[in-house]
Antibody, heavy 124, light 107 residues
Framework: QVQLVESGGGVVQPGRSLRLSCAASGFTFSSYGMHWVRQAPGKGLEWVAVISYDGSNEYYRDSVKDRFTISRDNSKNTLYLQMNSPRPEDTAVYYC?????????????????WGQGILVTVSS | DIQMTQSPSSLSASMGDRVTLTCRASQDISNYLAWFQQKPGKAPKSLIYAASSLQSGVPSKFSGSGSGTDFTLTISSLQPEDFATYYCQQYNSYPITFGQGTRLEIK
Protein backbone atom coordinates (compact mmCIF):
# COMPACT_ATOMS: atom_id res chain seq x y z
CA GLN A 1 0.00 0.00 0.00
CA VAL A 2 1.08 3.58 -0.60
CA GLN A 3 2.91 5.15 2.32
CA LEU A 4 4.27 8.67 2.61
CA VAL A 5 6.14 9.48 5.81
CA GLU A 6 7.35 13.00 6.51
CA SER A 7 10.24 13.81 8.81
CA GLY A 8 12.57 16.67 9.70
CA GLY A 9 10.09 19.03 11.27
CA GLY A 10 10.49 20.91 14.52
CA VAL A 11 11.25 24.40 15.77
CA VAL A 12 13.45 26.61 13.60
CA GLN A 13 14.45 30.21 14.14
CA PRO A 14 13.45 32.81 11.58
CA GLY A 15 16.14 33.15 8.92
CA ARG A 16 17.73 29.75 9.61
CA SER A 17 17.20 26.62 7.51
CA LEU A 18 15.31 23.36 7.75
CA ARG A 19 14.94 20.41 5.40
CA LEU A 20 11.85 18.24 5.35
CA SER A 21 11.89 14.73 3.93
CA CYS A 22 9.12 12.46 2.72
CA ALA A 23 9.93 8.76 2.41
CA ALA A 24 7.73 7.01 -0.13
CA SER A 25 6.88 3.33 -0.46
CA GLY A 26 4.27 1.07 -2.03
CA PHE A 27 4.48 2.58 -5.51
CA THR A 28 7.03 3.39 -8.20
CA PHE A 29 8.16 6.73 -6.79
CA SER A 30 10.14 7.73 -9.88
CA SER A 31 6.97 7.70 -12.01
CA TYR A 32 4.91 10.26 -10.08
CA GLY A 33 4.93 13.97 -9.51
CA MET A 34 4.96 14.97 -5.84
CA HIS A 35 3.65 17.95 -3.88
CA TRP A 36 4.09 19.75 -0.59
CA VAL A 37 0.91 21.19 0.93
CA ARG A 38 0.76 22.98 4.28
CA GLN A 39 -1.81 23.93 6.88
CA ALA A 40 -1.24 26.67 9.43
CA PRO A 41 -2.74 26.02 12.88
CA GLY A 42 -6.50 26.31 12.68
CA LYS A 43 -6.41 27.31 9.01
CA GLY A 44 -7.13 25.75 5.65
CA LEU A 45 -4.96 23.88 3.17
CA GLU A 46 -2.35 25.79 1.16
CA TRP A 47 -0.43 24.31 -1.75
CA VAL A 48 3.32 24.99 -1.55
CA ALA A 49 5.19 23.33 -4.42
CA VAL A 50 5.26 20.46 -6.92
CA ILE A 51 8.03 18.57 -8.68
CA SER A 52 7.63 16.41 -11.77
CA TYR A 53 8.34 12.69 -11.72
CA ASP A 54 11.86 13.16 -13.08
CA GLY A 55 12.67 16.42 -11.29
CA SER A 56 12.77 18.41 -14.51
CA ASN A 57 9.94 20.78 -13.59
CA GLU A 58 9.13 22.60 -10.35
CA TYR A 59 6.43 25.09 -9.44
CA TYR A 60 5.99 27.14 -6.25
CA ARG A 61 3.51 29.46 -4.65
CA ASP A 62 4.76 33.04 -4.80
CA SER A 63 5.21 33.42 -1.03
CA VAL A 64 7.87 30.68 -0.88
CA LYS A 65 9.54 31.22 -4.24
CA ASP A 66 13.28 31.92 -3.88
CA ARG A 67 13.19 30.69 -0.26
CA PHE A 68 12.01 27.07 -0.52
CA THR A 69 13.30 24.40 -2.89
CA ILE A 70 11.53 21.15 -3.70
CA SER A 71 13.69 18.26 -4.84
CA ARG A 72 13.68 14.50 -5.04
CA ASP A 73 16.07 11.56 -5.02
CA ASN A 74 14.45 8.79 -7.04
CA SER A 75 17.20 6.35 -6.02
CA LYS A 76 16.15 6.83 -2.38
CA ASN A 77 12.39 7.16 -2.99
CA THR A 78 12.48 10.43 -1.09
CA LEU A 79 11.02 13.89 -1.59
CA TYR A 80 12.53 16.96 0.06
CA LEU A 81 11.61 20.52 0.90
CA GLN A 82 14.54 22.80 1.71
CA MET A 83 13.23 25.72 3.71
CA ASN A 84 15.64 28.67 3.73
CA SER A 85 14.96 31.94 5.54
CA PRO A 86 11.70 30.68 7.07
CA ARG A 87 9.29 33.22 8.50
CA PRO A 88 6.80 32.90 11.35
CA GLU A 89 4.00 32.75 8.77
CA ASP A 90 5.55 29.51 7.43
CA THR A 91 4.54 27.78 10.69
CA ALA A 92 2.30 24.90 9.66
CA VAL A 93 1.84 21.18 9.33
CA TYR A 94 3.51 20.19 6.07
CA TYR A 95 2.09 17.31 4.06
CA CYS A 96 3.67 15.55 1.13
CA UNK A 97 1.22 14.25 -1.45
CA UNK A 98 1.37 12.14 -4.58
CA UNK A 99 0.05 12.70 -8.08
CA UNK A 100 -2.65 10.20 -9.01
CA UNK A 101 -1.00 8.98 -12.19
CA UNK A 102 2.13 9.31 -14.27
CA UNK A 103 2.14 11.96 -16.90
CA UNK A 104 4.97 13.37 -19.00
CA UNK A 105 2.87 16.46 -19.65
CA UNK A 106 3.86 19.64 -17.87
CA UNK A 107 0.52 20.30 -16.17
CA UNK A 108 -1.12 19.73 -12.84
CA UNK A 109 -3.06 16.57 -12.16
CA UNK A 110 -5.04 15.33 -9.21
CA UNK A 111 -3.60 14.17 -5.89
CA UNK A 112 -4.56 10.77 -4.54
CA UNK A 113 -2.47 10.02 -1.43
CA TRP A 114 -1.23 12.18 1.44
CA GLY A 115 1.32 11.70 4.17
CA GLN A 116 0.39 12.14 7.83
CA GLY A 117 2.06 15.55 8.04
CA ILE A 118 4.90 17.08 10.06
CA LEU A 119 4.78 20.24 12.16
CA VAL A 120 7.20 23.08 11.47
CA THR A 121 7.26 25.96 13.93
CA VAL A 122 9.18 29.09 13.00
CA SER A 123 9.92 31.00 16.17
CA SER A 124 12.77 32.69 17.98
CA ASP B 1 -4.16 33.09 -9.15
CA ILE B 2 -7.52 31.31 -9.32
CA GLN B 3 -9.65 31.96 -6.23
CA MET B 4 -11.83 29.15 -4.92
CA THR B 5 -14.82 30.09 -2.77
CA GLN B 6 -16.76 27.50 -0.81
CA SER B 7 -20.19 27.92 0.68
CA PRO B 8 -21.39 27.65 3.27
CA SER B 9 -18.40 27.99 5.60
CA SER B 10 -20.16 25.72 8.05
CA LEU B 11 -23.21 23.55 7.92
CA SER B 12 -25.18 21.72 10.60
CA ALA B 13 -26.97 18.56 9.56
CA SER B 14 -28.53 15.48 11.10
CA MET B 15 -27.71 11.83 10.74
CA GLY B 16 -29.34 10.49 7.61
CA ASP B 17 -29.56 13.88 5.88
CA ARG B 18 -28.41 14.62 2.36
CA VAL B 19 -26.27 17.75 2.03
CA THR B 20 -24.80 19.72 -0.85
CA LEU B 21 -21.64 21.80 -0.59
CA THR B 22 -20.75 24.41 -3.18
CA CYS B 23 -17.44 25.56 -4.65
CA ARG B 24 -16.99 28.42 -7.11
CA ALA B 25 -13.87 29.24 -9.12
CA SER B 26 -12.93 32.80 -10.07
CA GLN B 27 -12.39 31.68 -13.67
CA ASP B 28 -13.13 28.70 -15.89
CA ILE B 29 -11.27 25.62 -14.67
CA SER B 30 -13.04 23.10 -16.93
CA ASN B 31 -13.39 19.98 -14.74
CA TYR B 32 -10.01 20.20 -13.00
CA LEU B 33 -11.61 20.15 -9.58
CA ALA B 34 -10.99 17.86 -6.62
CA TRP B 35 -12.67 17.43 -3.24
CA PHE B 36 -10.96 16.39 0.00
CA GLN B 37 -12.23 15.40 3.43
CA GLN B 38 -10.28 16.24 6.56
CA LYS B 39 -10.98 15.22 10.14
CA PRO B 40 -9.40 17.02 13.11
CA GLY B 41 -5.74 16.16 13.56
CA LYS B 42 -5.68 13.97 10.46
CA ALA B 43 -4.33 14.27 6.93
CA PRO B 44 -6.74 15.15 4.15
CA LYS B 45 -8.33 12.28 2.26
CA SER B 46 -8.94 12.46 -1.48
CA LEU B 47 -12.60 11.93 -2.38
CA ILE B 48 -13.27 13.15 -5.91
CA TYR B 49 -11.21 14.22 -8.92
CA ALA B 50 -12.15 15.61 -12.33
CA ALA B 51 -15.20 17.17 -10.66
CA SER B 52 -17.22 13.96 -10.58
CA SER B 53 -14.97 10.87 -10.49
CA LEU B 54 -14.67 8.98 -7.21
CA GLN B 55 -11.23 8.07 -5.93
CA SER B 56 -10.72 4.36 -5.42
CA GLY B 57 -12.37 3.10 -2.25
CA VAL B 58 -14.59 6.15 -1.72
CA PRO B 59 -18.23 5.16 -1.12
CA SER B 60 -20.86 6.11 -3.67
CA LYS B 61 -22.67 8.24 -1.10
CA PHE B 62 -20.26 10.96 -2.22
CA SER B 63 -20.94 12.53 -5.60
CA GLY B 64 -19.58 15.55 -7.40
CA SER B 65 -20.81 17.62 -10.27
CA GLY B 66 -20.12 20.78 -12.21
CA SER B 67 -17.79 22.27 -14.76
CA GLY B 68 -16.44 25.66 -15.65
CA THR B 69 -16.79 27.74 -12.48
CA ASP B 70 -19.52 26.11 -10.39
CA PHE B 71 -19.21 22.78 -8.60
CA THR B 72 -21.01 20.81 -5.93
CA LEU B 73 -20.26 17.93 -3.59
CA THR B 74 -23.27 15.98 -2.39
CA ILE B 75 -23.15 13.58 0.53
CA SER B 76 -26.16 11.34 1.05
CA SER B 77 -27.36 9.57 4.18
CA LEU B 78 -24.96 11.26 6.60
CA GLN B 79 -23.23 8.99 9.09
CA PRO B 80 -21.05 9.97 12.08
CA GLU B 81 -17.84 9.44 10.09
CA ASP B 82 -18.93 12.01 7.47
CA PHE B 83 -18.80 14.96 9.86
CA ALA B 84 -15.58 16.68 8.90
CA THR B 85 -14.23 19.64 6.94
CA TYR B 86 -14.40 19.46 3.15
CA TYR B 87 -12.09 21.34 0.78
CA CYS B 88 -12.31 21.88 -2.94
CA GLN B 89 -9.14 22.37 -4.99
CA GLN B 90 -8.49 23.50 -8.54
CA TYR B 91 -5.63 22.00 -10.51
CA ASN B 92 -6.34 23.66 -13.83
CA SER B 93 -3.24 25.81 -13.46
CA TYR B 94 -0.43 26.65 -11.07
CA PRO B 95 -0.50 27.75 -8.38
CA ILE B 96 -2.91 25.06 -7.27
CA THR B 97 -5.45 26.65 -4.94
CA PHE B 98 -7.91 25.40 -2.32
CA GLY B 99 -11.19 26.73 -1.09
CA GLN B 100 -11.37 27.86 2.53
CA GLY B 101 -13.30 24.74 3.53
CA THR B 102 -16.81 23.83 4.66
CA ARG B 103 -17.12 22.46 8.18
CA LEU B 104 -19.92 19.89 8.37
CA GLU B 105 -21.21 19.53 11.92
CA ILE B 106 -23.78 17.34 13.62
CA LYS B 107 -27.02 19.14 14.44
Amino acid sequence: QVQLVESGGGVVQPGRSLRLSCAASGFTFSSYGMHWVRQAPGKGLEWVAVISYDGSNEYYRDSVKDRFTISRDNSKNTLYLQMNSPRPEDTAVYYCAKDAFHTPADRAIEIDYWGQGILVTVSS
Amino acid sequence: DIQMTQSPSSLSASMGDRVTLTCRASQDISNYLAWFQQKPGKAPKSLIYAASSLQSGVPSKFSGSGSGTDFTLTISSLQPEDFATYYCQQYNSYPITFGQGTRLEIK
